[in-house]
Structure formats: C-alpha cells, structure tokens
C-alpha cells in the first residue's frame, strides 16, 4: 500500500489530493529537480556594485581600496547591452537553455548559465565562474579596457579570488557555498543561509519552510540517507512539515493562533491520536499514559509538522527569530515527557537545538539565526528538520536580528525570488503532480 497525502499551500487551499508520497521524492518530482537544476546554475549579478566599485577602486572586501585607479563607467545604464554581450558569451549552442535578465532597473543581471555546463562539470561553481567571466569579457569589450585597467575589472567582478580561496567582495552571489566549505559529503544544499531562503521567498513563513525542506531532503538523498526504509521516513517529513500535508501545519498554527508551544504540543498529539498514528501502550499508577507508535516514520512526520508549527506560534508571538531555538528544544522536550516517545528525528532535532541556542545569540553570542544554514558544525545533526524551522522564523523576524535579511540577503532575494518555483515551491511543487 502506498501512503497518500493531501497538498496544501500556506493559506489552507488544497491544491492536490490522494498524493502518491514518493511522487513528491527528489527522483520524481519535476519541479524539484528544477529548483536543484536553477540553484546551480543561477546566479545575481550586482551591476551597481560593479559600477561602484570600479568608480571607487574599493574591491576585494571591506577595508581594501586602490586609490587613484577608478575607472568611471556607465555599467547600469548600459544594462541591457551587458545582458545580451553576457548570454551570448555563456551560450554553447543556439536552442539552449541559457537565460540572462535585467533586473531592478538595470542594478542586478540574473544570469542562468546552461545546463550542460554545470553537467560537465564535478561540482556547481561553474554558474558563478562563468558568469564572472562573461561580466568581466564583456566589460573589457564594451569600453575596451587595456591590459592595465583589466586587472581593476577583474577586481571589481571577482573580487579578491584567487588571493582568497572564495569570491571575497565579489559582484558575483550563488546561494551555494564554495565546495570548500562544505562540512561533508553531500552537503552543498544544506549550505545555504536561512536569511537567504527567507529573502528569496519574501519573507512567507511556510514557503521558507518547504523550499529549505527541499532544499535539506535533497541532500538526503545526495547523503545516502534514503536509501531502503529511510526513503519513505524521509518523504514523509518533507510532506508534512515542508509540504504542509493534509494542512497539517496550517491547522495547528490557526488552532493556537493565541497558545503556547504547549498547546501546539497538545494539538499535535491529538491530531496524532485521532489519525491513529499512536495508541496508548500501557496506563501508569499515576494515570500517566505511555504512548506507542504504530507508524514510526508517520510519528515522526506528525512531530516534524508540530514542531514548525510551535516554532510560528513562539516566534510569531515574539517577532524575534532568536526564539527559534527555543521553540525547537522544548517542543520537542514536552512532546517527550507527554507521549514517552521520540521528538522529532529522533532526538536530533532537540540536541541540535540546545547547540544553537548557545552559538547563535547566547553567552557565546556572535551572530544570529538568520546566519545559520544546515551545513554549519552547529545545526548539520539533524536530517533536515531544523533548518525548516529556522527559515520559517526569519521570516517571521520583525527586524530584531544583528545580521538583517536586508544586509545579508537583499541581492539573493531579488534575483532568485524572481523564479516562480523558489518563491512559492509548494505550489511548484504541487503542479508538476
């Protein structure tokens, strides 16, 4: 028997029902494979940074500046010439898929190289490498920079690399970190800042959600973390917590628009109940009950889905993303004492929880959710249901954070909110069914 779900978006619309689970796997599903496919091979040219940069001589990151070399030209102006020189040079052949689009009145490109040029490649940095290159080409081109002044073009594009082992102060920006960074294996779409998937979906809580679920459970995959039973473990969260299956997610915000994480706690475990997905086991002295799942994976999915939705009603409360953490540890931590049975993933989500409170913004302090990302040696232990949830708080964030969507991610989010799947993923989702 396979498992059926419901799909709804993030206002309660049903959208598709009697979903086959796995047509919503990675390995299915069209329009995932389609944000996986843009993610790397998108990415958001900064023209007016460029132009500054090049007026200025500062280029290479904070603090560096080359006097005297300033080179003053109109690159925002001339956007659309840039445009067409850049997708001509990234082109390999006439019917491809290349797609480069001028964005913010001429300030931003978003340049979509080929496919075929991230598919021959071992890794995802050719979108970034070969969109520098054809910025820069066609900046030497169109003002015909000699060899003295290309170095400074170079700069201004680039940035610092290869002085640096990344793009330090670069015009250039992918969501994906460099495949330096990355903490292990299968770890590059984890890699990407929950400010920035805040930013790319416009800041809608439950949209932030899935597309990071997407994001978090393709690596899974990519990680050898779905293979046999696990598969089905796995889908199972994407479903309920990023997908917001049978609304379950919507349904329990709405339920305790005016409760606590307790009462998201109470509401999760009822829906549970009344689902059959866990039954008492046994009575104790005390008339506390001992619960059992009959469906583990489907528990999990249930304490998944729960467990976002605390976290809107915690966060939602306060406007402030640093309750995040909060919101993740003791929800799961009350959901254990009232059922005797796993939280979330097992206990990953919780232990993940107690770190981040601590490096986020607590006594060692430093930084802020919206930083974070599921490659980070702070939160990468669970299997791709925490991130969620902080993606989910960004968004909800009232401008209480030291590092605000708007300076981290404004570039990010302009380009890449500009593609219908990443904005709204489960709708994308949804219609490639």
């Not at 409360?317 to 309750?323: E, F, H, L």
């Not at 980070?376 to 590092?403: K, Y």
Request: hydrophobic share 40%; net charge neutral; aromatic share 6%.
């Amino acid at each position: 028997m396979s498992d059926k779900i419901d799909i709804h978006d993030d206002k309660g619309k049903l959208l598709e029902s009697g979903v086959d689970l796995m047509d919503i796997a990675p390995t299915r599903n069209a329009a995932i494979q389609k944000i996986v496919k843009d993610t790397k091979r998108t990415v958001a040219v900064n023209l007016a940074g460029i132009e500054n940069a090049l007026a200025s001589g500062k280029m290479g990151g904070a603090g560096r500046r080359i006097l005297g070399r300033g080179l003053k030209y109109d690159i925002v102006a001339n956007a659309s010439a840039i445009q067409e020189s850049v997708e001509r040079l990234i082109r390999v052949k006439e019917d491809d898929d290349s797609n480069v689009q001028v964005l913010a009145g001429g300030k931003q490109l978003r340049v979509q190289v080929p496919s075929v040029r991230t598919a021959i490649g071992a890794d995802y940095i050719s979108a970034s490498t070969v969109g520098a290159a054809a910025v820069v080409q066609t900046i030497i081109d169109m003002y015909k920079v000699d060899m003295f002044d290309a170095p400074i073009v170079k700069g201004a594009v680039w940035g610092s690399y290869p002085q640096t082992m990344d793009m330090m102060g670069s015009n250039v920006a992918s969501i994906l970190s460099i495949p330096q960074n990355n903490e292990g294996l299968g770890y590059s779409l984890r890699n990407i800042t929950t400010n920035h998937i805040a930013a790319i979906t416009g800041k809608k809580a439950m949209n932030a959600a899935a597309l990071s679920s997407i994001f978090e459970q393709v690596s899974m995959y990519e990680m050898g973390n779905t293979v046999g039973l696990f598969e089905r473990h796995q889908l199972l969260g994407l479903a309920y917590q990023g997908l917001n299956a049978n609304n379950m997610v919507y349904d329990i915000v709405t339920e305790n628009k005016n409760g606590t994480i307790g009462t998201v706690v109470a509401s999760t475990v009822e829906r549970a109940i009344e689902d059959d997905v866990i039954t008492v086991d046994k009575k104790a002295p005390s008339g506390y009950n001992f619960y059992k799942a009959k469906d583990v994976s489907k528990w999990n999915a249930y304490a998944a889905a729960g467990l976002l939705a605390a976290t809107m009603v915690n966060v939602g409360a306060g406007r402030a993303a640093q309750n995040v953490s909060s919101s993740i540890l003791y929800f799961n931590d009350i959901l254990e004492k009232e059922t005797g049975l796993p939280g979330c993933d097992m206990g990953r989500a919780q232990g993940t929880a107690v770190g981040f409170s601590f490096f986020s913004h607590s006594i060692y302090g430093g930084g802020g959710p919206g930083i974070f990302n599921g490659n980070h040696v702070v939160t990468r232990h669970s299997r791709g249901f925490a991130i969620p949830c902080v993606c989910a708080a960004c968004s909800l964030d009232a401008g209480t954070q030291m590092f605000s969507i708007e300076r981290t991610s404004a570039l990010v989010g302009n380009v890449f909110g500009s593609i219908p799947e990443f904005r709204e993923p489960v709708k994308a989702v949804a219609g490639a069914l």
